[in-house]
């Protein structure tokens, strides 16, 4: 017969395991780093000065599970008043990559406005590539964007 000592001591080694596995990597939809979304930078001031800003913690919003910085208070009111007027395509993460099928990082001087949205590429010599067929890796990576968004 079992006790109730060994049925206790068996419920607290099934929590220890169970509480000692560790969380699953969650995906991100957004390109973070420790500087926050895109490296920190401010995704209207591609739109507003036509370059990358660095943006200020000081003006931090927290958007789809990211920290986003803007170089003033008019461009964090811009983006929260339109967030997906000025988010970069397919979270920051590369164009290129997107239409290949996969999440890779981006650079922030690797940008180019197409319709009036943002995309970011993984280096220079990847947008130049990018950029002899944008309309074509466009079209792949926007029908590719709900598979590879749930990638880690």
């Known amino acids: 017969m079992i006790s109730l000592n060994q049925i206790k001591l068996f419920a607290y080694m099934v929590m220890a395991v169970l509480f000692s596995v560790p969380v699953l990597a969650q995906p991100s939809e957004v390109f973070n780093t420790e500087q926050g979304a895109i490296r920190g930078y401010d995704p209207v001031a591609y739109f ?14 927290a958007w789809k599970g990211a920290d986003w910085h803007f170089a003033s208070g008019e461009n964090l009111a811009a983006f929260k008043a ?41 280096n220079k010599k990847v947008k130049e590539t990018w950029s002899k067929d944008k309309a074509g890796y466009i079209k792949k990576a926007d029908a590719n964007w709900p598979e590879v968004a749930k990638q880690e």
């Open 82 to 122: 339109e967030p997906e007027k000025y988010a970069p395509q397919y979270g920051g993460y590369c164009a290129y990559g997107t239409a290949d099928g996969h999440k890779a990082p981006t650079e922030p001087d690797t940008w180019t406005i197409v319709n009036d949205k943002l995309y970011l590429n993984y």
């Open 48 to 61: 507003t000065v036509g370059k990358p800003v660095k943006g200020d913690p000081q003006f931090t919003y």
